[in-house]
């Protein structure tokens, strides 16, 4: 909500200093399309009986964002000391961040079982995230030229602005927890316990049926919650970064003054970004996660 009422002042606020005549006549540039910098153009055709799964930013990303998450553990383990290094001690804070999320919504044998993989899915959405906020060559719609080489032009992207990539953490999460419910119930009993105790008679079956539509709207709001978060930052970024100015073409003056206030504008999103955004996104969606797998083995939820 602050992210939207941020973006409309700062197009409104665009949009009056635009409209003198003269310096701050405005013309907006129909060429520059915002929306081409979140195209999927394929880098690396590939296709297995007929299913397309060509290599392209997104998969480069989430690849990138795995391969931390792996090195970083596996290295720090491999290094554990008695007196830690600043990585080590990061990494042990964050060892107990998740295990104060896993223990204070699990209990028994589950802390242990879903522990590994609320750290893992922590640590994939985090460098998810952060990687997003570093500038790589991946921009093929703008390329550059270096000695004679085209290559792609540096652009900010992030594997979570892209819905298949939090939907399908989404769809991993809501598998899990529906398992563990029925493991440890049996389907019938689990499905009962989505009427509260104490409803009975006809009024149990408009209850159960809210509990099925809400069951489809944690799948919506997990998943979007991440994925709009991370569109509307990289957004905001780009148009207060210099994207504002040129879809608004103004004159030297216009642009100079427009150019100054946005690109503070972006400095700031930037660092409120990097610094409070990609880890509470991340943190949000394990936490409910694990609020979802305790809630699924309760015997009241």
Same mark, same amino acid.
């Given at each position: =909500? #602050?992210?939207?009422?941020?973006?409309?002042?700062?197009?409104?606020?665009?949009?009056?200093?635009? %409209?003198?005549?003269?310096?701050?006549?405005?013309?907006?540039?129909?060429?520059?399309?915002?929306?081409?910098?979140?195209? /999927?153009?394929?880098?690396?055709?590939?296709? #297995?009986?007929?299913?397309?799964?060509? #290599?392209?930013?997104?998969?480069?990303?989430?690849?990138?964002?795995?391969?931390?998450?792996?090195?970083?553990?596996?290295?720090?383990?491999?290094?554990?000391?008695?007196?830690? &290094?600043?990585?080590?001690?990061?990494?042990?804070?964050?060892?107990?961040?998740?295990? %104060?999320?896993?223990? $204070?919504?699990?209990? &028994?044998? =589950?802390?242990?079982?879903?522990?590994?993989?609320?750290?893992?899915?922590? /640590?994939?959405?985090?460098? %998810?995230?952060?990687? $997003?906020?570093?500038?790589?060559?991946?921009?093929?719609?703008?390329?550059?030229?270096?000695? $004679?080489?085209?290559?792609?032009?540096?652009?900010?992207?992030?594997?979570?602005?892209?819905?298949?990539?939090?939907?399908?953490?989404?769809?991993?999460?809501?598998?899990?927890?529906?398992?563990? &419910?029925?493991?440890?119930?049996?389907?019938?009993?689990?499905?009962?316990?989505?009427?509260?105790?104490?409803?009975?008679?006809?009024?149990?079956?408009?209850?159960?049926?809210?509990?099925?539509?809400?069951?489809?709207?944690?799948?919506?709001?997990?998943?979007?919650?991440?994925?709009?978060?991370?569109?509307?930052?990289?957004?905001?970024?780009?148009?207060? $970064?210099?994207?504002?100015?040129?879809?608004?073409?103004?004159?030297?003056?216009?642009?100079?003054?427009?150019?100054?206030?946005?690109?503070?504008?972006?400095?700031?999103?930037?660092?409120?970004?990097?610094?409070?955004?990609?880890?509470?996104?991340?943190?949000?969606?394990?936490?409910?996660?694990?609020?979802?797998?305790? &809630?699924?083995?309760?015997?009241?939820?």
């Amino acid at each position: =909500m #602050i992210k939207t009422r941020l973006f409309a002042f700062a197009a409104t606020f665009a949009a009056a200093l635009a %409209s003198p005549a003269g310096a701050f006549a405005l013309n907006v540039n129909e060429d520059y399309q915002p929306q081409d910098e979140f195209m /999927l153009d394929t880098w690396i055709p590939i296709e #297995i009986f007929g299913i397309d799964m060509s #290599i392209n930013k997104a998969v480069v990303y989430v690849i990138a964002a795995a391969l931390l998450s792996c090195v970083t553990l596996i290295y720090v383990g491999h290094r554990m000391k008695m007196k830690p &290094g600043r990585l080590q001690a990061a990494v042990e804070m964050y060892y107990g961040l998740i295990e %104060s999320m896993t223990k $204070g919504n699990l209990s &028994g044998k =589950m802390v242990n079982r879903w522990f590994p993989f609320l750290a893992t899915i922590f /640590l994939f959405i985090w460098y %998810s995230n952060m990687i $997003g906020y570093i500038p790589l060559p991946t921009n093929t719609h703008e390329p550059i030229m270096i000695f $004679g080489i085209e290559v792609p032009s540096l652009a900010l992207y992030a594997a979570t602005a892209n819905i298949s990539v939090p939907l399908v953490l989404t769809l991993v999460v809501v598998i899990s927890y529906h398992f563990e &419910g029925i493991r440890a119930k049996g389907p019938i009993k689990y499905l009962k316990g989505w009427v509260p105790a104490g409803v009975e008679g006809p009024a149990a079956f408009p209850i159960f049926l809210i509990e099925v539509i809400s069951q489809f709207v944690r799948i919506v709001s997990l998943s979007v919650r991440l994925f709009a978060n991370m569109l509307a930052g990289h957004l905001l970024i780009l148009f207060m $970064g210099g994207g504002l100015v040129v879809l608004l073409n103004l004159a030297l003056i216009g642009s100079l003054i427009l150019g100054l206030v946005t690109g503070t504008m972006a400095v700031a999103f930037f660092i409120f970004e990097v610094g409070l955004v990609a880890t509470l996104q991340a943190f949000i969606f394990t936490i409910l996660a694990a609020i979802y797998l305790g &809630g699924a083995v309760a015997e009241e939820h």
